[in-house]
């Protein structure tokens, strides 16, 4: 059975449009500043960019949970590359995961982060079309609960 995802997005205003997923959640998208220069909303290439941050990070999490990992948060800094010209397409991608928790094991996060990247992140698979991404990870212990 093929998976249908929708969405629409509605004109507002100069550059900005606003963006409503097929369950009803919304966002502004844009490329528009106000009068002291500070962008109104994240460009349509900036959500991408999130976007790819959130699948991977949801992947990291969901694997290191099932494989009864003590993982207590999960951040996932992105920075990218684009080509110089039209298309400006992403072309290089780092991902650097910050995975905190009690007793994780290093080898554990490095598969989860594996199998985010090579079987199960739909985002970073599109955008690996265009783009080299590549990836890596510290590890922050958390404080022990106490006894």
Known sequence: MKVSTKARVQWIDKRLFLAESGSGNTIVVG????AEGA???ASPMELMLMGAGGC???DVVDILEKGRQAIEGCEVK???ERAETE???FTRIHIHF???GRGLDPAKVERAI???????CSATTMLAKTA???HDFEIVETEKAPA
């Open 31 to 34: 490329n528009t500043a106000n």
């Open 39 to 41: 962008k109104l909303a």
């Open 98 to 100: 910050i995975v905190s």
């Open 87 to 89: 298309p400006k397409v």
């Open 56 to 58: 991977t990070a949801f």
């Open 132 to 134: 080299d991404i590549t």
């Open 78 to 80: 992105l920075e990218a």
């Open 114 to 120: 594996s199998l985010s990247a090579d079987k199960y």
